[in-house]
């Protein structure tokens, strides 16, 4: 008798806890699902767990790795300024109606690292803009959504590169149960007194109302100023709908909005950053009133620069995040290559685009609003990883007092 | 070294046919794709071969048999009246857009037959009602399209049922390629051939521009009368937007419209009809004035008078087509429960909505032009299979003389 490589209990356990605490699934609300091939284990189960919940409607659309990989090898150069905006209206169609919305993801990251950089890139933006109305819709907070993992052989092979492919995927299914809380007999029990202590973590932050957090840890002596009226933000959210959730499944950062003009000093990443499929591995970067002026990594700085060319927001910060380093992922010790999990290894920050939510009211505040209170705006968000067991961190408070936030990578308090 | 139950290279030939001949794909068309997931082999090298040929966009949409189980299984009584319109109004305006479509089955046709039969029908009922805009362009020919099929194993198990399910999917894989032409060296002159012997069959019809038909053979016994200005189809067809497509792999008929109201005699069905999941076997029924005033069957008798009490149009024909008993699908000897493949293994005939592409300037009559020259109307068209080795069928002139049409089953001239 041999051992299946994903539990299938564990994966069970996973579909309900992506339907019940990850979405909130209401009676009679439909649910847009979208996920790889590789993911139709869990895509089967996720889809009856959420009639159990009592869906209208779920509607799959599946993506497939060979079939991504036969347009880039096969398609004529103007096919890659193409992107099926009928689907992507339809989306925000059907969230503008009530859909929730889950994701699961479970392919290779690096799957497109071989192809033509300039296709992938048109490809990207293409894409980008026609999925905007469908985006905003989740970006703002108007339905309940999450995203959750399935332990996919292509992803697990780049975790895992050195393992047979059978035991690399064991390995990644039982990191991705972990991280997720189904290894534990009572996954939402155990989510809800995860969300409780992370309610705990960002109460405490809000109360303090700091006007900066100083960042020390080697190579780096960053002072990130927060924004005016930013607010904490982590765990499970309400949505507009009315409805809690937990948008990742994993999750385990609290997280706010720096001041795009008020970060000083520099920056050395703890881990490397996987972006559209290259690896970006070394960065140190300097900020002067807000903006990188320095960058440079040892492996990939021409993405890395192409990356911080993008707009004039790509080179400011719209998140920083705080996760002790004794989080499971990051215990783990696995490179993931998926900033579902990446990010929950260890504080980061955020280049690029901000957050409403991470403001008081600011599902009412409107863009002019969000940028006079210091909230950066660009077409990128892309977090990458600051934080390890060095690491300190000071609460700066608006009359200069130093509170201690972190001491070697763990809450101070 | 063991051989692949499915031969690899047929399957590249059946890809590249599907898209060459069936669809004729012309360079920079989207293409909207619909295909299981036991079909990802041949979705994968459609998509590669729909952008050697020049495609903007190809949007595969990929259903799956144990996700629509579990919908089945699980889901609240309400969720039956539910279908994705934002999905299919989506796919309506790619069609309006330009967008070609294909279609690939794969399934086990009765995957429903465990399910309940009123949950069967009203899913099926509210699909029909959301996918309207989107079919109304497809019946209408505003664009090119084709439907294509793969040896999915659990339809394979279907068919051989007393075959280890490799040997089974080897054999429909065998009789698939077959039946498609693709198991010969040049499959595209093959299908010039083709529909060169069709478009003869069909110009030496018109010609003739019989009033009716009549049917003998065992059990049958029946005048068809033709419609009015009717046509005869049958090959490669012109789209409205100038493309020449093949609708169907494989496609054997030549067929026109009958006269809904001048259908007299009896018709003893020569094959099983698998509808929705049940089988109904046997079928004997007696046309008056062109409707069905009787109706037996040995086998799925209430769901053959369920289908007969649909609408008025369910007991009026839609549709007679001529197929010899040495077409290569009759020549398998195989009922594939499939109509795609069993329709081009006999003579048959259509209970319910005539084709617009059927009469003479087809595409400019209204619904009122056609009912008066004597098209049927309906929500359904289920084609059944009346002819076999000892059909004979005379042609019937305004006239009144008779022309031999087929004798024993084999076209007479
Ligand atoms: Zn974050
Ligand atoms: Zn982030
Ligand atoms: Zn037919
Ligand atoms: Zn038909």
Not at 175 to 186: K, P
Not at 268 to 275: E, F, G, I, T
Not at 304 to 331: K, M, N
Not at 384 to 391: A, F, H, L, R, V
Request: proline share 6%.
């Amino acid at each position: 008798m041999t051992q299946p490589s994903i539990d299938p209990q564990h994966l069970d356990r996973l579909a309900e806890t992506a339907v019940r605490v990850g979405l909130n699934l209401q009676p009679g609300q439909d649910l847009v699902l979208t996920a790889p091939t590789s993911a139709l284990p869990l895509v089967r189960r996720v889809v009856a767990a959420a009639y159990r919940a009592g869906a209208g409607l779920v509607t799959p659309l599946l993506s497939d790795e060979e079939v991504t990989l036969a347009r880039y090898q096969n398609a004529p150069d103007q096919s890659f300024d193409r992107a099926p905006d009928w689907l992507y209206d339809g989306m925000a169609r059907a969230f503008g109606d009530g859909a929730a919305r889950m994701a699961i993801v479970g392919d290779d990251p690096m799957l497109l690292a071989q192809e033509d950089p300039a296709h992938v890139s048109r490809a990207g933006k293409a894409n980008s803009a026609a999925y905007r109305p469908a985006l905003e819709k989740i970006a703002n907070f108007d339905i309940n959504w999450t995203i959750a993992a399935y332990p996919g052989a292509s992803w697990a092979r780049r975790v895992f590169p050195d393992l047979p492919e059978e035991e690399a995927v064991a390995r990644l299914a039982k990191a991705i149960f972990a991280a997720s809380r189904v290894d534990l007999d009572d996954p939402v029990a155990a989510w809800t007194a995860h969300n409780e202590a992370l309610h705990l973590r960002k109460a405490w932050l809000n109360e303090q109302a700091f006007a900066a957090l100083h960042f020390t840890g080697p190579g780096t002596d960053l002072t990130v100023g927060l924004a005016d009226d930013h607010e904490w933000q982590g765990g499970a959210s309400l949505a507009n709908n009315g409805v809690i959730c937990n948008p990742n499944i994993p999750s385990e950062e609290v997280f706010t909005t720096p001041h795009a003009e008020r970060v000083e000093g520099t920056a050395r990443a703890s881990k490397p950053l996987s972006h559209q499929g290259s690896l970006i591995d070394g960065i140190e970067v300097t900020f002067e009133g807000g903006r990188i002026t320095q960058a440079r990594a040892s492996r990939g700085e021409a993405v890395l620069h192409e990356l911080l060319d993008t707009d004039e927001g790509a080179r400011r910060l719209g998140e920083v995040a705080l996760v002790p380093h004794s989080s499971p992922i990051s215990q783990s010790g696995l490179l993931f290559y998926n900033t579902l999990f990446d990010e929950n290894a260890a504080c980061h920050i955020a280049l690029g685009q901000c957050y409403a939510k991470c403001f008081r009211d600011g599902e009412t505040l409107g863009v002019d609003e969000i940028a006079e209170r210091g909230g950066n705006a660009s077409m990128i968000h892309v977090d990458w990883m600051i934080g390890g067991p060095e690491t300190d961190i000071d609460g700066i408070t608006p009359g200069g007092t130093r509170v201690p936030v972190f001491r070697a990578g763990e809450w101070a308090r």
